[in-house]
Structures are given as C-alpha cells and as structure tokens.
C-alpha cells in the first residue's frame, strides 16, 4: 500500500480516495491510497457532518485538529503528517477480507 496527499495522487496507480467522513471522523482529511488489492471504502463508509477545516492554516487550532483525527497522544508536528488512526483502520479490515476470500 502507498499513501499521498491529493496533489500528489497522479503518482499513484488507480488510487483510492480516503476523507475523514468516509470512517467516521469529523474532518476533511483527504489521502489517497494505492494498493494491489481492491479497496472498497463504501463498504464501511460512515458520513458525518465536517465540524474541521483542512489542517493547514484553518481556523481548528492544531490540537484540536489531532484531537478530531483521534491523535492525541502525538504533538501537533507529528499529527501534521500522520494519517488518522481510522484510516489504518478501514484498510486493515479491508486488506483481511481480501484475504479471507482469497484464502
């Protein structure tokens, strides 16, 4: 699996687009994912309202960024460059179910 931010994505192969209302989380985080495996995020997706504006230069203070991305324990620096806990999350269930059937 590869991750990079949006505009980045064209290097990337057929990548799938992760935000933060796909898992459940009240922010606008987007990430895409490259993977040799089929991701599907609809599958689990939930939709939430967004409460955050994008980490840089929003008016969500930087912890209260990482706190809404489910980071608290990382300093704003690391949360900065982290992907959300969730993220992992989804594509981990994912990649188990691909297993599970391909097994």
Same mark, same amino acid.
Request: net charge neutral; glycine share 4%; proline share 6%.
């Given at each position: 699996?590869?991750?990079?931010?949006?505009?980045?994505?064209?290097?990337?192969?057929?990548?799938?687009?992760?935000?933060?209302?796909?898992?459940?989380?009240?922010? $606008?985080?987007?990430? !895409?994912?490259?993977?040799?495996?089929?991701?599907?995020?609809?599958?689990?997706?939930?939709? $939430?309202? $967004?409460?955050?504006?994008?980490? $840089?230069?929003?008016?969500?203070?930087e912890?209260? !960024?990482?706190?809404?991305?489910?980071?608290?324990w990382?300093?704003?620096?690391?949360?900065?460059?982290?992907?959300?806990?969730? !993220?992992?999350?989804?594509?981990?269930?994912?990649?188990?179910?691909?297993?599970?059937v391909?097994?």
């Open positions: 699996m590869i991750e990079n931010v949006p505009d980045a994505r064209h290097h990337l192969r057929n990548p799938t687009l992760i935000s933060g209302d796909d898992v459940g989380l009240p922010i $606008h985080r987007r990430r !895409y994912f490259e993977t040799n495996w089929p991701l599907d995020i609809f599958a689990l997706a939930l939709r $939430h309202e $967004h409460r955050a504006q994008f980490d $840089h230069g929003a008016t969500t203070t912890s209260e !960024y990482r706190d809404l991305m489910g980071c608290q990382m300093s704003a620096v690391e949360a900065r460059q982290a992907i959300p806990p969730a !993220y992992t999350k989804l594509i981990g269930q994912q990649l188990l179910q691909h297993i599970r391909a097994a």
